[in-house]
């Protein structure tokens, strides 16, 4: 079982294979997912400080890129949990001041995952 470490909140397990946005609010922390989950509103961001990952769907890639976030951060409801991780949540419900986090996301990626190495979508 991973290991995932937040940034101030400490360190929790994660289910292998389970969506990193679903893993951080399994850990206690509010973090946002206003679109629920499908890559279009970037509120469920974070920073990697270990263990990112050296793939990334072409829809959170070109979320990233259309909203200048590319190599700035990662979209957590795009990223399995497959390894031990140590992020910093960026938009928590709490310090955005919203009421609620969003619409709950599917325990799957969506949209339908395209799997690329983060050279490939470079090119």
Same mark, same amino acid.
């Given at each position: ?48 400080? $270990? ?32 390894? $031990? ?39």
């Amino acid at each position: 079982m991973p290991t995932l470490n937040i940034e101030g909140r400490g360190a929790c397990d994660a289910a292998a294979g389970q969506r990193l946005v679903l893993a951080i609010e399994g850990c206690g922390v509010d973090i946002g997912h206003r679109c629920g989950g499908y890559a279009r509103c970037t509120t469920c961001r974070v920073r990697f400080i $270990d263990g990112e990952p050296e793939t990334m769907t072409r829809a959170e890639y070109e979320k990233l890129k259309d909203r200048d976030l590319l190599g700035e951060a990662r979209l957590s409801c795009q990223i399995l949990v497959t390894q $031990d991780m140590t992020v910093e949540p960026l938009m928590r419900v709490t310090t955005m001041g919203w009421a609620d986090p969003g619409p709950p996301p599917q325990p799957t990626v969506t949209p339908d995952p395209e799997w690329l190495s983060k050279d490939a979508l470079d090119a």
